[in-house]
């Protein structure tokens, strides 16, 4: 059972390129987030999308879109990097309820 | 907006002995659940204990267990026994029942030491 499988684990830009995070869940779930990681500052939401055909902005959308391509995935992407998107980049996903976050593994991208 | 504050950015326990990690949240919800994570340098997120709000009884998992009080809206977790693997980067985290927001949002983590 592989879970949240997040692609690729790390990636290093330069500035004004783009780049897709991948994700993907096997565990049929109709939520799934993208969170950022940085020192200090905790998990930020930068989208997430509730079920599958929507998707809302969280507490950092700006700089990122992102797709629900299907119930199992859920794509994030940076159309012109800047160095402040330097960070580790988690999946999520989650059924319904009180059942809790399942996450990937991360990706750690470095814009230069 | 529902905040999560921890204001222990570092913590160091020694083995065997008991710590406790604060949390505290602010929202305007009466129905909501809280969770701690675990974080370890692998960088995984691992779950350690869920709360929900309309459960008066503190959560436990073994060596984990929580000191929830819904008034002070406080959450903290206490590990007995600190273990090596117990060393890593802990985080609060609060959502609302679902049906309004199914967001999680974070506290900004402490760093759990544990030594010899």
């Known amino acids: 059972n592989a879970g949240v499988t997040q692609t690729p684990k790390f990636q290093v830009l330069k500035t004004g390129q783009s780049m897709t995070l991948q994700c993907a869940q096997d565990m049929n779930h109709n939520s799934m987030y993208w969170y950022r990681q940085d020192p200090g500052m905790g998990l930020r939401l930068i989208y997430y999308?509730?079920?599958?055909?929507?998707?809302d902005k969280g507490e950092v959308p700006n700089g990122y879109n992102v797709s629900r391509l299907n119930k199992r995935e859920f794509s994030l992407r940076l159309e012109s990097a800047a160095p402040s998107q330097t960070s580790v980049y988690f999946c999520?996903?989650?059924?319904?309820?009180?059942?809790?976050?399942?996450f990937g593994n991360g990706t750690r991208l470095t814009v230069t | 907006a529902q905040t999560v504050t921890q204001s222990q950015p570092e913590m160091s326990v020694q083995e065997a002995e008991t710590v406790t990690l604060s949390c505290t949240y602010d929202?305007?919800?009466?129905?909501?659940?809280l969770f701690w994570y675990k974080q370890p340098p692998s960088r995984q997120m691992i779950l350690v204990i869920r709360q929900e709000a309309y459960k008066q009884q503190n959560a436990t998992e073994n060596r984990f267990s929580v000191n929830f009080q819904k008034a002070a809206k406080s959450f903290s977790l206490k590990i007995s026994d600190s273990q090596l693997g117990d060393a890593a980067m802990y985080f609060c985290a609060y959502r609302a029942v679902p049906g309004t927001a199914s967001k999680l949002t974070f506290g900004t983590g402490t760093r759990l030491q544990v030594t010899l």
């Open positions: 929202t305007s919800e009466s129905d909501y659940y």
């Open positions: 999520a996903s989650m059924m319904t309820g009180n059942s809790p976050l399942h």
């Open positions: 999308s509730a079920s599958e055909g929507t998707t």
